[in-house]
C-alpha cells in the first residue's frame, strides 16, 4: 500500500532556531501533500496545502513566513519552522493522496522547542 | 469550526464489545469518508473509508453505517480486542482536503 515517511521523528531545538521537517511519498506520486499540526489530546489541524512546483496554500491563521512550505519534486515536501519559540512545540504530521485514492500519513514528528 | 462532529468523547468496553462511534456533518461538498486510528506518538492509519452513495461497508472486524440523509456517519468495531485500544477520528474529504472529527479514545478492556 502507499506510504508516507516523515522525518525526523523527533527534534528538539533551542528558541529562535529553524528546523525543517521532510515527507516523502515512497512508492507513489503526491502533486499535493498536506501538513497538520496536532496538540496533546486533540484533532488534527490542517495547517496547509502543497503543491508540486507552486505555492503552498495555507489555512486561516497560519503564518506563511513562519512555517515555510517547499514542495519541488512529486515525492516530497518540506516544512521548515522558521525562528522557533516554545508555543511551536507540537506534533506535526504530513499527509498524501490523490483525488481517486485516500490519504495517507507520515508517523509524524514531535517539536520541542526549549 | 468544526466541520464533522464526533462523539462520545472517549469509550471504555470490555474484550469482545462493540464500540461505536458517531459523526455528523453538514457540508453536502463532502464526497469520502474515512475513518483513522491513532496510537500515541504516530500518524493517522487509514482503517477504511465509504462514499456517500453507499450505506454500509465492511472490513474486517470495522464496520462503517452511512446514513446520507441524515449526513450521519458511524463506526463499528466487533469482538473489539485490547489491541483496538487507540484514538479514532472520522473525517471528510471535499477537494482534496480532510477536515477531522475530534477524536474518540476507546478503551478495550481484557
Same mark, same amino acid.
Not at chain 1, 484533532?43 to 513562519?66: F, I
Not at chain 2, 486510528?37 to 487509514?46: D, H, I, M, N
Not at chain 2, 473489539?80 to 471528510?92: E, I, L, M, N, V
Given at each position: 500500500?502507499?506510504?508516507?515517511? =516523515?522525518?525526523? +521523528?523527533?527534534?528538539?531545538? &533551542?528558541?529562535?532556531?529553524?528546523?525543517?521537517?521532510?515527507?516523502?511519498?515512497? #512508492?507513489?506520486?503526491?502533486? *499535493?501533500?498536506?501538513?497538520?499540526?496536532?496538540?496533546?489530546?486533540?484533532?488534527?489541524?490542517?495547517?496547509?496545502?502543497?503543491?508540486?512546483?507552486?505555492?503552498? @496554500?495555507y489555512?486561516? $491563521?497560519?503564518?506563511? !513566513? &513562519?512555517?515555510?512550505?517547499?514542495?519541488?519534486?512529486?515525492?516530497?515536501?518540506?516544512?521548515?519552522?522558521?525562528?522557533?519559540?516554545?508555543?511551536?512545540?507540537?506534533?506535526?504530521?504530513?499527509?498524501?493522496?490523490?483525488?481517486?485514492?485516500?490519504?495517507?500519513?507520515?508517523?509524524? @514528528?514531535r517539536?520541542?522547542? *526549549? | 469550526?468544526? =466541520?464533522? &462532529? =464526533? +462523539?462520545?468523547? +472517549?469509550?471504555?468496553?470490555?474484550?469482545? %464489545?462493540?464500540?461505536?462511534?458517531?459523526?455528523?456533518?453538514?457540508? *453536502?461538498?463532502? #464526497?469520502?469518508?474515512?475513518?483513522?486510528?491513532?496510537?500515541? %506518538?504516530k %500518524?493517522?492509519?487509514?482503517?477504511?473509508?465509504?462514499?456517500? !452513495?453507499?450505506?454500509?461497508?465492511?472490513? $474486517?472486524?470495522?464496520?462503517?453505517?452511512?446514513?446520507?440523509?441524515?449526513?450521519?456517519?458511524?463506526l463499528?468495531?466487533? !469482538?473489539? =480486542?485490547?489491541? #483496538?485500544?487507540a484514538? /479514532?477520528?472520522?473525517?471528510?474529504?471535499?477537494? /482534496?482536503?480532510? +477536515?477531522? %472529527?475530534a477524536?474518540?479514545?476507546?478503551?478495550?478492556?481484557?
Amino acid at each position: 500500500g502507499a506510504v508516507v515517511s =516523515q522525518h525526523p +521523528s523527533w527534534v528538539i531545538c &533551542k528558541s529562535g532556531t529553524s528546523v525543517k521537517i521532510e515527507c516523502r511519498s515512497l #512508492d507513489f506520486q503526491a502533486t *499535493t501533500m498536506f501538513w497538520y499540526r496536532q496538540f496533546p489530546k486533540q484533532s488534527l489541524m490542517l495547517m496547509a496545502t502543497s503543491n508540486e512546483g507552486s505555492k503552498a @496554500t495555507y489555512e486561516q $491563521g497560519v503564518e506563511k !513566513d &513562519k512555517f515555510l512550505i517547499n514542495h519541488a519534486s512529486l515525492t516530497l515536501s518540506t516544512l521548515t519552522v522558521t525562528s522557533a519559540h516554545p508555543e511551536d512545540s507540537s506534533f506535526y504530521i504530513c499527509s498524501a493522496g490523490g483525488l481517486n485514492s485516500p490519504l495517507h500519513f507520515g508517523n509524524g @514528528t514531535r517539536l520541542t522547542v *526549549t | 469550526q468544526q =466541520q464533522v &462532529k =464526533q +462523539s462520545p468523547q +472517549s469509550l471504555i468496553v470490555q474484550k469482545g %464489545g462493540i464500540p461505536i462511534i458517531n459523526c455528523a456533518y453538514e457540508n *453536502t461538498a463532502f #464526497d469520502y469518508f474515512p475513518w483513522y486510528q491513532q496510537f500515541p %506518538g504516530k %500518524g493517522p492509519a487509514l482503517l477504511i473509508a465509504i462514499r456517500p !452513495d453507499v450505506s454500509e461497508k465492511k472490513e $474486517g472486524r470495522f464496520t462503517i453505517s452511512f446514513n446520507k440523509s441524515a449526513k450521519q456517519f458511524s463506526l463499528h468495531i466487533m !469482538d473489539s =480486542q485490547p489491541g #483496538d485500544s487507540a484514538t /479514532y477520528f472520522c473525517a471528510a474529504r471535499n477537494d /482534496y482536503k480532510l +477536515s477531522f %472529527g475530534a477524536g474518540t479514545t476507546v478503551t478495550v478492556r481484557a
